[in-house]
């Protein structure tokens, strides 16, 4: 026997050894049989060989034993991630690492039949920047699920949009986009937004300071003219959309604000947001001043914005605002007088701020400074309640004295971005310039790790350059502590070769065991968009309809719609026809829709089908449609019939034996 095959044994036996430990430790012999120890009489012989012949390592399998979900079995739990410049929004399983969906957000998607004619979706006529002109695109980073009782309730999912300033809201029951809420007052934000323990408010920090709602001034004015701006969208649970009437923003110094979390437990009703660019650098490269990089960087500190929104909303619902673009806006001058924002220094070109499970501390990250720095938010209200300011920035702002909040400082590498936590009192940082994950242990009694306090316990590498990580329920105060996800930027050497633009590397750890040395289980390669943020909810939590609940359903309005019906017909009025299309296996009704060019047709198509997966497609090539009907589904189609000629129509999925045969022909009549 070979050197290889001695090998390729011992790895079995690893194999067998993993399947069984879990449950058959402590055993007697005599005791009967445990499930695990029955897989071993059943493994099959092939294992061996083909752990040998794709020369799999231990950990290898060990990977692949702990990620692996049987066919018909489903995973644990449900990883929502961004898609940066895709616009989208990705579904992933975990333990699995599979893409199960994606999430039509911001651009047009045929096979979800977003923005090729159906009506039902924000895509169709969304305006920018109050103006109405159409964007087609969007830059994703931050996704937050709503919550009750700082818990991921399952319902609603919001993400931000970059580019634009703008936040969606899906609807958690069928995974659909149902609104745009397009800021008024500044072109871009970070697209980060964040809840506030029940979802009162979704928060949105801006990120490149402009003059605000859309007017012109000179980089020359860029201290008085220019201004920073946290937003408070206000959501309607009931309604499922944010309620824009009651929005409100505040006006802030020209810093450039960046991410921001809520305050939960006994820091519920406050937001803190971080900024950079408090030297409020203008950049110019090209006429000599040092490059925004050199600019934004000269200061030690930045300055943690501290918000207290329950004093904010209470302004608001004093009419103590004023209205600039139709959206509600409380003034930098207010929100000081008020007590409403408040300072505290930050080292050193900070990103991510992240309140700890227990909501009693505040964890910073200083991309340019290897520690994280942890504040006590009973020392911050303390520090305001004394009035213990070391002074106030140039626009008045009081600054809590670094010192006077500060907690403690844990040394952990190079270039930390964000944080996470889990259920065994430990912080997970993501190291952007060393490629790793840093463990610590928090100083909170909510959860308690083993070791000292405060203290840096290990680090996972990671491949490469990791921005955001998530953990299970990361973000709430009950986080479970199972998994975690590295999101790396840069994926090198990971993958095949696929051309000059590479995938993002998605890297599943294992966090659940205490003491151990964690390891990527796993690498998924992401490559159609990139994800900066995710957040991961037990599945279980969803509570998603198999098919719309009844047949004729607006998903828009997720109610029924009037224009249902069983029956196609076709209603003529002068110049405007009106198609009522019924679709089930394998027909449209009607067949034949004769027109003349130049006639308004409006389309309105059910799918009768109440058999979860029966999904019927619509299109029409000559048109630009395309439209995806699932069962229940009622969608509104509108167009005017400006093309002479002859379309067949026909139906996208393939849905049954007779699929082909569901068709059918749209007759546009020249006029002449
Ligand atoms: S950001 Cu991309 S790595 Cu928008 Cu949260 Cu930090
Ligand atoms: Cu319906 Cu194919």
Known sequence: MNKGCLQCTDFLLLTIALLMMPVS????????????AGLQTKLPADAAKVIHERGLKPDDILGAVSTFVPSGQYDDYMMFASGGHSGQMF???????RLLRTIAVFEAESWQGYGFGVKETPLMNAPIGGDS??????????????????????????????SHGRIAVIDLRDFETKQFADGTLMHNDHG???????????????????????????ISQYKEKYRGLATFWKFDRQQGRIDIENSFAIELPPYWQDLADAGKGPSEGWVFMNSFNTEMATGGIEKGNPPFEAGTAQRDMDYLHVFNWKKAEALIAASKFETKNGFKLISLKTAIDEGVLFFIPEPKSPHGVDVTPSGKFMVVAGKLDPHVTIYSFDKMLKAIEAKDFEGNDEYGVPIIRFDAAMEAQVELGLGPLHTQFDNQGYAYTSLFLESAVARWTLGDDKFQAPEKPWTLVGKVPVQFNIGHLATTGGDTVNPEGKYLVALNKWSVDRFSKLGPLLPQNLQLVDIGKTGDTLKVLYDMPMGSGEPHYAQIIKADKLKTWDVYPEVGWNTLTQSKSDKAVMEGKIVRDGDNVEVYMPVIRSHFDPEHIEIKQG???????????????????????GYNIAASIEPGETVTIEFTADKPGVYPYYCLEFCSALHLEMAGYLMVKPKK
């Open 25 to 36: 430790v402590g055993f007697a012999a005599d005791e009967p049989q445990s499930p695990a």
């Open 91 to 97: 579904v992933i399983g975990l333990p699995s690492m």
């Open 133 to 162: 002109q159409k964007v087609g695109w969007a830059d994703t980073h931050h996704p937050a699920l709503s919550e009750t009782n700082g818990d991921y309730d399952g319902q609603f999912l919001f993400i931000g949009d970059k």
């Open 192 to 218: 980060g937004c964040f809840v506030t323990p029940n979802t009162e408010y979704i928060i949105e920090g801006a990120q490149y300071a402009e003059p605000l709602g859309g007017e012109y001034a000179p």
């Open 599 to 621: 006639q308004h047709v409006t389309m309105h198509i059910t799918n009768l089908e109440r058999t979860i997966d029966a999904t019927h497609g619509f299109s029409i090539a």
